[in-house]
T-cell receptor, first 116, second 107 residues
Framework: NAGVMQNPRHLVRRRGQEARLRCSPMKGHSHVYWYRQLPEEGLKFMVYLQKENIIDESGMPKERFSAEFPKEGPSILRIQQVVRGDSAAYFC??????????????FGEGSRLTVL | GQNIDQPTEMTATEGAIVQINCTYQTSGFNGLFWYQQHAGEAPTFLSYNVLDGLEEKGRFSSFLSRSKGYSYLLLKELQMKDSASYLCASGNTPLVFGKGTRLSVIA
């Protein structure tokens, strides 16, 4: 019974390049959340998606960042023209319910982005 | 607004008991979660409280007081493997996390 799968686990990009992070939720889960974690910091919410819909993107920077969760395939977090400040661990979590309705979040192992 | 506060770091001795406190102010409330996160790993679920009182699960217990906006995680019979960050999170959609408390268990 596979958990939340994220890839790549580690990604190195130079300033100005694009980063694509993928997340496959647990089987049967239709809610996906992306969080960013800086060193020594907590998890910061970025975006909440259901299949083909962005439900809440209030934590997402307005520029360069986008997310999708297509009908088929994984959820993708895309960061264009990366800058050094984008270096962080990006965690994906899934839930069978919205987290406000006692939906425990199941986290992936994270994708660690390093921008040179 | 949303605000969750917990101590940044704590140190405790192997075999002892430690209590990690969390205060929260959130717009809307559907429960309080605690997660454990070892360095470089994914957060894993520890406990969930939606009603006032103490929930016990083995060596770990979690307490909630909704009127005070307060929760704590109690770890008994500490083991070295309990050295980790402990994240308090408020049960809204989306879950809002505190910055975490880094617990170091020493011999």
């Amino acid at each position: 019974n596979a958990g939340v799968m994220q890839n790549p686990r580690h990604l190195v990009r130079r300033r100005g390049q694009e980063a694509r992070l993928r997340c496959s939720p647990m089987k049967g889960h239709s809610h996906v959340y992306w969080y960013r974690q800086l060193p020594e910091e907590g998890l910061k919410f970025m975006v909440y998606l259901q299949k083909e819909n962005i439900i809440d993107e209030s934590g997402m920077p307005k520029e360069r960042f986008s997310a999708e969760f297509p009908k088929e395939g994984p959820s993708i977090l895309r960061i264009q023209q990366v800058v050094r400040g984008d270096s962080a661990a990006y965690f994906c979590a899934s839930s069978p319910l919205s987290s406000g309705n006692t939906g425990e979040l199941f986290f992936g192992e994270g994708s660690r982005l390093t921008v040179l | 607004g949303q605000n969750i506060d917990q101590p940044t770091e704590m140190t405790a001795t192997e075999g002892a008991i430690v209590q990690i406190n969390c205060t929260y102010q959130t717009s809307g409330f559907n429960g309080l979660f605690w997660y454990q996160q070892h360095a470089g790993e994914a957060p894993t679920f520890l406990s969930y409280n939606v009603l006032d009182g103490l929930e016990e699960k083995g060596r770990f217990s979690s307490f909630l007081s909704r009127s005070k906006g307060y929760s704590y995680l109690l770890l008994k019979e500490l083991q070295m493997k309990d050295s980790a960050s402990y994240l308090c999170a408020s049960g809204n959609t989306p879950l809002v996390f505190g910055k975490g408390t880094r617990l170091s268990v020493i011999a």
